[in-house]
């Protein structure tokens, strides 16, 4: 029955999570204005994915010299194999690493962006992640894994979608 029905949404703080002058993020952040910024904003689980998202960065590497790939948020043990990747990879400098930061900066970088990544996510059929919500409030594009639960809510017009571990569609979307 209804009455026994509770509906819980993802929530984010509208307070925060809202499109943002990009030129003054950017500013607060001391990004170059004329680069071309990819991030991602969240846990750096092995499953989300990002390992993905760093090979396909890389394969921008010559085609896009101001490219600057940007992953919000992790631990250091997470951290540190995709730094070593990006260095392997010959992109070091060009991926950066903020770490945790409080969550009032996060817009900031949110705003920043050319696009904003999901590159995996926990679950093939369920997923919601809170990080979909608060990059849909930013008006910016997003990339995201194609999964049926996040097709539901990401509007066409306002994503692209990559097949899962998919290194070769997500360069593809991310030169898009």
Known sequence: PAAQVTVIPDAYDEGLF???????????LGIPLDAQVFLYA???????????????????RDD??????????????????????????????????????PLA????????????????????????PLKMFE???MGVPVISVDRPALREIL???GALFVPPADSAAL???LRQ
């Open 155 to 157: 509007p066409p017009e």
């Open 64 to 101: 896009f010299p101001r490219a600057r790939l940007y992953l919000v948020g992790g631990r250091p043990a997470e951290i540190a194999p995709l730094q070593a990747q990006a260095a392997a990879l010959g992109v070091a400098a060009r991926v950066l690493f903020p770490g945790q930061v």
């Open 171 to 173: 360069e593809g979307a």
């Open 135 to 137: 990059y849909m409030a």
């Open 42 to 60: 969240g846990l750096t689980f092995s499953y989300r994915g990002l390992e993905h998202l760093v090979e396909a960065f890389a394969s921008l």
């Open 105 to 128: 900066q996060v817009p900031r970088y949110l705003g920043a962006a050319d696009a904003l990544v999901i590159p995996g996510t926990v679950s093939d059929e369920t997923a919601s």
């Open 18 to 28: 809202h499109p943002r002058e990009r030129a003054a993020c950017r500013g607060d």
